[in-house]
């Protein structure tokens, strides 16, 4: 991979960051809470950003399954290491972390590159 490629991953790693914690504040409005304490919100976020990871995985033109996984899951450390480098001075890490339905955001993001790994199929008329 060449140096743009990085810069790249780099940056949509941070847009992928700003959705995940749109998304986490767009719950929190809606059911009123400051964590995420139903299992179905962290499934609704998960399939949310599995699919934006896949978005962005397709505007980074893999060529393998392997390059898939690996931008996934290098987004989903990176979106660990921005939470906890933000939440760990506030001592507010129960808010992310607070529940197991939290994680699957996590594990949505790595596997979302990879859940899309099929190719448009046109039938030819005529």
Same mark, same amino acid.
Do not use: E
């Given at each position: 991979m060449d140096k743009?490629?990085?810069?790249?991953?780099?940056?949509?790693g941070l847009q992928l960051f700003v959705v995940v914690m749109l998304l986490i504040f767009a719950?929190?409005? *809606?059911?009123?809470?400051?964590q995420i304490d139903h299992w179905w919100e962290g499934v609704v976020i998960a399939i949310l950003m599995a699919g934006?990871?896949?978005?962005?995985?397709?505007?980074l033109k893999p060529t393998t399954t392997k390059e898939k996984l690996t931008y996934g899951i290098t987004w989903a450390i990176m979106i660990a290491v921005i939470?906890?480098?933000?939440? *760990?001075?506030?001592?507010?890490t129960?808010?992310?972390?607070?529940?197991?339905?939290?994680?699957? *955001?996590?594990?949505?993001?790595?596997?979302?590159?990879i859940v899309g790994n099929y190719k448009s199929v046109t039938p030819k008329i005529g």
């Open positions: 743009k490629t990085y810069f790249k991953i780099f940056g949509y719950m929190s409005a *809606i059911t009123n809470s400051d934006c990871s896949w978005l962005y995985s397709l505007r939470i906890l480098i933000i939440t *760990i001075p506030n001592k507010t129960g808010i992310v972390f607070g529940s197991w339905s939290a994680y699957l *955001i996590f594990l949505g993001v790595a596997v979302g590159p």
